[in-house]
């Protein structure tokens, strides 16, 4: 993210506001548009650790890399001959991702030099302005109460998106749950503050979240990232709610990354909502050819049968017409070898909890899609891994995140109520 760190640089010396106010207003402004609820009902949908020991580093260098016990592609070139920047070989972060975080810049845990992450997925999009740390209460599988050190939207900041809260702090560590000594995140809670977390969701209501709460008994080293959502709605006449309504986060080189940028349109939006940022390795990015490798749609048939569809770019016949997979997006730019976009290990990916698949076909058939399906490594296709995973060239004796589970996850039909909501923050 070299060009928005220098475009955020250079707005700073010229903004009134301070460079973290400047960052943090589109972040925290409470917009939203078009942005997915993915129930009636308010909700979590996820909220375990997601992975350890790799947010706040001094600096993003091999040595520093290696010490947290996270995962260094030494061996990346890039397609467009430019040389890799650090941060394309590793998901280890430095201490400058505390911009746009709210919440203390303190990353430091007990007998590490780096933070945990973990991710708090609602089913109604965010009011930002009402996020901060005192939200939440996190208790570990020890008993122990502990509270995020930092609490923000990064990666999940767009308009249409805004379902999922990440909280920096100390949360555990990396043994399995049924190893001895584990410590792990058993339970999230949304509890009151002075300004208390706010959603928004259907018929427009706008409800307070505390209360809500999340459960669970494993960790990111038992099993990786699965999908909590999967919804189909029309793609329309144009994108809506892609970044920022032309806010200085817009400028990022992910950006546009929407199905009119990639395709020029398309008939359909297969939306998935997921635990955790999706990578086909942990360090690489996942890009918009990559649908074979990792999914596939289930559509009914004529007389009761299942379609499966696997491939792009195939007409596919199923109940009620055609259906064709063009591909993904919501990821990174259009290839562009001119612009130096290649579809590569450098791909740059946007890493957030959606990936949209893009169909084209008959309105009738699209209503017979039942389940967005990741049959993963036991049904012979590629895993995701979170930030947490081994990357293409893993350190030996580290343990990294594990790969996620087959996952077979209902399509939500949004073709007639949308299931979207907007907000202007200002009023």
């Not at 993915?38 to 997601?50: C, K, N, Y």
């Not at 580093?57 to 016990?69: F, I, P, S, T």
């Not at 290649?342 to 791909?347: A, G, L, N, S, V």
Request: proline residues 6%; glycine residues 12%.
């Amino acid at each position: 993210m070299k060009f928005i760190r220098i475009a955020v640089a250079m707005a700073c010396l010229l903004a009134t506001l301070s460079c973290e106010e400047f960052i943090e207003y589109p972040l925290y402004n409470g917009n939203l548009a078009g942005a997915d609820y993915w129930s009636d009902e308010p909700r979590i949908l996820s909220a375990g650790l997601g992975f350890t020991d790799i947010i706040g580093v001094d600096e993003v260098n091999e040595e520093n890399v290696k010490l947290v016990g996270g995962s260094w592609y030494g061996s990346l070139s890039c397609g467009n001959g430019k040389d890799p920047e650090a941060t394309m070989r590793t998901s280890v972060k430095d201490k400058n991702i505390t911009n746009g975080f709210k919440g203390a810049a303190f990353f430091n845990k007990a007998n590490s030099v780096a933070a945990d992450a973990l991710p708090v997925v609602f089913s109604w999009p965010v009011l930002t302005e009402t996020v901060d740390i005192t939200d939440f209460r996190i208790t570990l599988n020890t008993g122990e109460i502990v509270n995020p050190t930092a609490a923000g939207m990064f990666p999940n900041w767009e308009y249409n998106e805004r379902n999922c809260v990440v909280l920096f702090g100390d949360f555990g560590n990396r043994l399995k749950s049924t190893e001895a000594g584990a410590r792990f995140v058993v339970k999230v809670e949304i509890i009151a503050d002075a300004n208390p977390l706010m959603l928004k969701g259907r018929n427009d209501t706008v409800v307070s979240a505390v209360g809500l709460s999340w459960t669970t008994t494993k960790t990111p080293y038992d099993a990786g990232p699965q999908l909590v959502g999967a919804k189909l709605n029309f793609v329309g006449k144009k994108p809506i709610g892609e970044g920022s309504n032309g806010g200085i986060l817009d400028k990022a080189d992910y950006l546009p990354n929407d199905e009119f940028a990639l395709y020029g349109g398309g008939d359909f939006r297969l939306r998935m909502l997921t635990t955790g940022g999706f990578s086909p390795d942990g360090v690489t990015g996942v890009r918009p050819t990559m649908y074979e490798k990792f999914f596939r749609i289930h559509v009914k048939g004529p007389n009761g049968t299942t379609v499966m569809l696997t491939k792009t770019g195939v007409d596919y016949t199923v109940l009620g017409g055609k259906l064709k997979v063009i591909g993904l997006s919501d990821l990174g730019k259009k290839e562009d070898h001119g612009a130096g976009v290649y579809y590569d290990d450098c791909y740059l990916e946007d890493r957030d909890n959606y990936i949209d698949i893009i169909l084209v076909g008959d309105e009738a058939a699209a209503r017979n899609i039942t389940f967005l399906e990741i049959p993963g490594l036991p049904g012979g296709y590629s895993a995701f891994y979170n930030p947490g995973g081994p990357g293409p060239t893993p350190y030996p004796n580290v343990r990294y995140t594990a790969p996620g589970p087959p996952d077979l996850e209902p399509v939500i039909m949004a073709l007639d109520n949308p299931m979207r909501v907007n907000r202007d923050g200002s009023r």
